[in-house]
Each structure stands twice: as C-alpha cells, then as structure tokens.
Nanobody
Framework: QVQLVESGGGLVQAGGSLRLSCAAS???????MGWFRQAPGKEREFVAG????????LYADSVNGRFTISRDNAKNTEYLQMNSLKPEDTANYYC????????????????????WGQGTQVTVSS
C-alpha cells in the first residue's frame, strides 16, 4: 500500500505563487504521478501528470505555461510549482499515483490512478 501526503497549500493573492509537495511512502515507489483539483460545486479535474522517469509531462490547458510538475525519485516526492495564480485556481488539490510501473507513461484520467492523497487547499484572492 502507498500513502500520499500533500503539503504547501494556502492563501495567496492573484499573481502570486505556491509550491505543492506530495510525499509517497509505504513501498518502493516507481509510479507515474499526477495532480488533480476540485473546486466547490465542480467535479475533480486533471491538472498535471508526470512519468516515473520524469521525462514526460502533461498539463491541462488551463494551467499550461503557469504550472510546472516535477519529481525527485530519491525522495519519493512530486511537486507542483504554481505561478501567476488566478482566483479560478482556487480548489482542493489532490496528489495521485498509479499502482503499476511504467517508465515513461503519463496519465490524465482519474480512473487511471490507484492512490490518492487527502488534498491540500489552495485559495487565490483577487
């Protein structure tokens, strides 16, 4: 079993930056990972994904060019650097990981992920 713990959320003004972290524990970790978010009254949506190798990344159109996903496999941790934040980025952000190994695969659908964190709240004020 894998446990995912997010950190780094908070309140920031529009135009500001935040860096989210997701630490994985529980077993040897060789999985693709991703970030999703859910705003009040809306469905959870894909934000960014990264392969285990770190070579391949994908972003939602709404965050492309402003957010950067990365990972440090030595620390079993992934990151989401969020710049130029907008009020519409306000949401609960979730870390996700796949169960099975794939060196270069990147995944965008919720049902492609097996493990989820509890979420960290990001609030962007105007």
């Amino acid at each position: 079993q894998v446990q995912l713990v997010e950190s780094g959320g908070g309140l920031v003004q529009a135009g500001g930056s935040l860096r989210l972290s997701c630490a994985a524990s529980g077993r040897t970790f060789r999985n693709a990972m991703g970030w999703f978010r859910q705003a009040p009254g809306k469905e959870r949506e894909f934000v960014a994904g990264i392969s285990w190798s770190g070579i391949n990344t994908l972003y939602a159109d709404s965050v492309n060019g402003r957010f950067t996903i990365s990972r440090d496999n030595a620390k079993n941790t992934e990151y989401l650097q969020m710049n130029s934040l907008k009020p519409e980025d306000t949401a609960n952000y979730y870390c996700a990981a796949r169960k099975y190994y794939s060196k270069n695969g990147v995944y965008t659908a919720e049902d492609q992920y097996d493990y989820w964190g509890q979420g960290t709240q990001v609030t962007v004020s105007s």
